[in-house]
């Protein structure tokens, strides 16, 4: 049992040679580093719709974000979309809401805690009473 064991550790250490390279030596393997910057959405829009929402629209065309965010009043998120979405209907939704105008930006992550909004903004006043309501442009 000894002799095997020690002409397994001699064939391993004898098939292996140790090799040193020096720093100015090239590399087999090839890499690339690509930064990203993250950009705002741009060219914002709001359309009335006939069933008392609006759509809200936007262009973007850089990095590939993970999602959108749709930002009212400086708030936090109120909508989040994939990163193919280039608009959002949004309807009126509190109990009671007179003429309110709110301010709606729209937001690129490229990660979860890095992004872009957009200094575009769109304003949108709603008229509700008890949930029931419209929302329209300007």
Not at 26 to 42: D, F, I, K, Y
Not at 74 to 82: E, K, N, P
């Amino acid at each position: 049992m000894a002799f095997v064991a020690a002409f397994t550790i001699a064939a391993v250490a004898a098939a292996s040679p140790a090799r040193a390279a020096s720093f100015s030596d090239r590399t087999q393997t090839l890499g690339s580093v690509r930064a990203a910057t993250a950009e705002a959405p741009s060219d914002l829009t709001c359309r009335n719709n006939l069933d008392g929402s609006v759509t809200i629209g936007w262009a973007y065309d850089a990095e590939t974000p993970v999602n959108f965010e749709i930002l009212v009043d400086g708030r936090g998120s109120i909508a989040t979309l994939g990163p193919d979405a280039r608009s959002v209907r949004l309807r009126a939704n509190t109990p009671f809401s007179f003429g309110r105008t709110s301010v709606v930006r729209v937001r690129t992550n490229l990660t979860l805690t890095w992004g872009a909004t957009s200094s575009d903004a769109r304003s949108v006043t709603t008229i509700t009473i008890l949930w029931v309501g419209v929302a329209r442009c300007g």
